[in-house]
């Protein structure tokens, strides 16, 4: 056994922090703020390649594995969730429906500018009345005249509606039981995409409503074998669930980290608040939890990198990292006192952000369903 | 075009003293010299400008300062040479440039780069060691840098303003943070890094004798190292809503308003 990760590992992990710490952290509050698209910081996280990073390079990304991939966004996250979830979303739920299942064609028509970050592309398959039951989608598409015509609605749907949004892979029925996934090019007529919409967290990423009405899109848009669109998103969350709990080990170790340094220089009762043992516990409760889910995560990521099952240690990460993240970022807060409900303070950035990590990608609840369903019940 | 970059490892946070050898402690984490990232940027952006030639990146140090080369390979470096050897720990400036010297001497570059200075031990100076020892002239302090017809023009950063001062080729200069934004690693330079040629020398393998370096060939002994002295009779102002007006009463107190 070697916990050692490699050399380019470190690598990506030393370079994407100090990314982070040089070039995201001085603008995260002003972004959020002002619920501001990064379009700066993805320019700049492209011409690092770290917008495909585990698409091959033939199709435009970097290549690497899952761990780096995973190692990344956590890194990104541990400064600024909005940041690295544009990136997560538009990697593990944009890009790679289109390398797992796509024809050569579709695949040289889409990746070279997705994977290279030049273009953004999103994942819809939440509707509003199709959430954790994802499979009761009601959106249709219908096979007219060499065209797929879909009729429906997407909600919460990320990175679909920013200026460099390309397309979205929507599910929807294709006959009665019958899922496929289709892709849809911005700008298609009958494509509907609202304004952005409001929410606790998150304020710089892009979260939208969808419509389509009578909207055509052309045959080869299918995305692999009609029919398999269920089987298809199921794969897509399990590995996506990956970078979420990567999310997850992220958002919880910089919290640790602001609590951290915030406990050592404030003082009261003439010390700092880091020498009582209310404040210790928590923290020593925080770093121990964050080691078990780092580990969690790194071993879900390993798997897939050996080619192995991985869906139970990837639903597991998901959920444990979910739950750290909400613990550590309350814990955090909480060291913080008042200063923490403060906009200036960091803190309450990460603790708004941090209670999707519970939600999107499939919520706790569903997290052990799927845990219970490997365990064999 | 060949360019000699020399890169240095050196201890990641805050410095610390190893009190039995006297030498500073390099058993944590170590990172490249930031100054360093400044001249592997320039040997890059010069590469690049003339569309062909080599940067080869030399350092001297422990098997450990692979790291740091491997950043920069994956910032774009061609390859790198390591000169490790045992005994060429604890070298002083007069040891550490003769191996580095030696080390360039075979590489024969048009120019060599450096960072101004050293993050961990300060020094500033082993540059003019290194050209002195090849015989090469000396641009220190540059903060912009032009190569036109076999020579090098470098723009001096000093307190009263700029010199420019050419020089021919093959030259020795030295860089200071102003001179350019050095890159990220890009994740294809990460992952390609370790397909570039790095070789790892021994004193022995670059015919030098163990007596001239580490110890043994250093002129200078270290006497002591000590922690800076705790600032004895700091005051404290806890802020109770008149810190402003106490610490202007201290200054004015001592004079220094
Ligand atoms: C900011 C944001 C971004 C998002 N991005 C995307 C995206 O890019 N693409 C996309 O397709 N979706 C996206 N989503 C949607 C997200 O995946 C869903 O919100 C999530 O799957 C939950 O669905 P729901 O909101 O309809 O909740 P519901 O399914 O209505 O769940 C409500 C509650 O009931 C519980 N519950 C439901 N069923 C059961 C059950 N059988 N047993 C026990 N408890 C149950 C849930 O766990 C939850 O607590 C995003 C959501 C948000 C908020």
Redesign the pocket.
Same mark, same amino acid.
């Given at each position: 056994m070697n916990l050692d990760l490699s050399q380019e590992h470190e690598l990506v992990r030393s370079t994407v922090r100090e990314f982070a710490v040089e070039r995201v952290a001085p603008v995260a509050e002003e972004l959020d703020r002002e619920s501001r698209f990064p379009y700066e910081l993805v320019a700049e996280l492209a011409e690092l390649g770290l917008m495909g990073m585990p698409i091959p390079e033939e199709y435009g990304g970097a290549g690497t594995d899952t761990l780096s991939y995973a190692i990344a966004v956590e890194e990104l996250t541990r400064i600024d969730s909005s940041v690295a979830?544009t990136v997560a979303?538009h990697t593990s739920?944009?890009t790679m429906p289109i390398y797992l299942f796509g024809t050569e064609a579709q695949k040289r028509e889409w990746l070279p500018r997705l994977a290279s970050g030049r273009n953004l592309a999103? +994942?819809?398959?939440?509707?509003?009345e199709?959430?954790?039951?994802?499979g009761a989608t009601r959106t249709r598409a219908e096979a007219r005249d060499g065209s797929w015509v879909i009729n429906g609605s997407? *909600? +919460? *749907?990320?990175?679909?509606g920013t200026d460099i949004s390309a397309c979205v892979t929507i599910?929807a029925l294709t006959g009665e039981g019958e899922i496929s996934n289709l892709i849809v090019s911005n700008g298609t007529p009958g494509y509907g995409i609202s304004q952005p919409?409001h929410?606790l967290?998150?304020h710089a990423?892009d979260?939208r409503e969808l419509s389509f009405e009578h909207c055509a899109v052309p045959e080869g848009n299918l995305l692999g074998e009609r029919g398999r669109g269920y089987q298809q998103f199921l794969e897509i969350l399990d590995g996506g669930r990956i970078s979420v709990a990567a999310m997850g080990v992220g958002l919880a170790q910089g919290a640790y980290d602001l609590a951290f340094a915030y406990a050592q220089e404030r003082r009261q009762f003439g010390r700092p608040i880091s020498k009582f043992q209310a404040v210790q516990f928590k923290l020593a409760d925080m770093a121990t939890e964050i080691e078990a889910g780092r580990a969690l995560v790194y071993k879900a990521a390993w798997l897939k990198d050996q080619g192995r099952p991985f869906a139970r240690e990837a639903a597991m990460a998901k959920l444990y990292t979910g739950e750290l993240s909400n613990r550590a970022a309350n814990w955090a807060l909480q060291i913080h006192g008042g200063y923490g409900y403060m906009d200036e303070y960091a803190i309450s950035r990460l603790y708004r952000d941090q209670k *999707?990590l519970e *939600?999107?990608?499939?919520?706790?609840?569903?997290q052990?369903?799927v845990i219970a369903r490997h365990l064999g019940l | 075009m060949k360019i000699a970059v020399c890169v240095k490892q050196v201890p990641e946070g805050s410095r610390r003293i190893d009190a039995a050898t006297k030498r500073l402690d390099r058993s944590g984490e170590g990172a490249l010299n930031p100054y360093d990232a400044y001249a592997v940027e320039e040997a890059l952006r010069l590469r690049d400008a003339s569309g062909e030639g080599e940067v080869v990146v030399v350092s001297v140090g422990p098997a450990s300062a692979a790291d740091a080369i491997r950043k920069t390979l994956a910032m774009g470096a061609d390859r790198a040479v390591l000169v490790s050897d045992d005994a060429a720990a604890g070298s002083d400036l007069v040891a550490t440039s003769y191996v580095l010297a030696n080390a360039l001497e075979r590489e024969s570059s048009d120019l060599v780069v450096f960072g101004y200075q050293a993050a961990d031990s300060d020094g500033a100076v082993l540059w003019a060691a290194v050209a002195d020892r090849l015989r090469r002239p000396v641009v220190s302090q540059v903060a912009e840098l032009r190569l036109e017809s076999g020579r090098v023009r470098g723009k001096r950063q000093t307190e009263f303003g700029y010199d420019v001062i050419e020089a021919p080729l093959p030259a020795v200069v030295a860089v200071t943070d102003a001179i350019n934004e050095p890159r990220y690693p890009s994740l294809k330079g990460i992952m390609g890094a370790k397909r570039k040629p790095q070789e790892t020398l021994t004193l022995a393998e670059l015919g030098i004798e163990a007596e001239r370096a580490g110890e043994a060939g250093s002129r200078t002994v270290v006497l002591a190292l000590n922690e800076p002295p705790s600032r004895g009779e700091a005051r404290r102002i806890e802020d109770d809503g008149d810190a402003a007006a106490r610490i202007v009463e201290f200054l004015l107190e001592k004079r220094l308003l």
């Open positions: 979830i979303a739920l944009g999103a +994942f819809g398959l939440t509707e509003p199709a959430g954790s039951d994802a997407k *909600i +919460f *749907i990320t990175n679909a599910t919409m929410k967290g998150w990423s979260t *999707i *939600i999107g990608e499939g919520t706790n609840e569903v052990r369903m | -």
